[in-house]
């Protein structure tokens, strides 16, 4: 079992930063891809990002690409969300999702998830 716990959002004004942090707590976290899906409210959840176990092999959603970055630090068992030039339309709670045996955009490859952190970015 693993247990992933989410921080780092909150509200900033287009154009601004915020880097998410997901801590992950269990079984072996650095076997895992990582994720970070995201939805937005009446809308069905997204994804936004993912990064292989090992040589860190990252895979983006057009919509952030060149924006948001992924990175892990295994021996801190921590996968980050660095998201840069920030729009309104990136307003979402954003899931941290563990599992997944290579990067992928199929939330169905992930078997952990967290409990989410909400993203406000006003125009």
């Known amino acids: 079992q693993v247990q992933l716990v989410e921080s780092g959002g909150g509200s900033v004004q287009a154009g601004g930063s915020l880097r998410l942090s997901c801590a992950a707590s269990g079984r072996t976290f650095s076997r895992y891809a990582m994720g970070w899906f995201r939805q937005a409210p009446g809308k069905e959840r997204e994804f936004a990002a993912a990064i292989s176990w090992g040589e860190g092999s990252t895979h983006y959603a057009d919509s952030v690409k060149g924006r948001f970055a992924i990175s892990r630090d295994n021996a801190k068992n921590t996968v980050y969300l660095q998201m840069n030039s920030l729009k309104p339309e990136d307003t979402a709670v954003y899931y941290c999702?563990?599992?997944?045996?290579?990067?992928?955009?199929?939330?169905?490859?992930?078997?952990?998830w967290g409990q989410g952190t909400q993203v406000t970015v006003s125009s």
């Open positions: 999702a563990a599992g997944a045996t290579m990067p992928t955009k199929r939330s169905l490859e992930y078997d952990y």
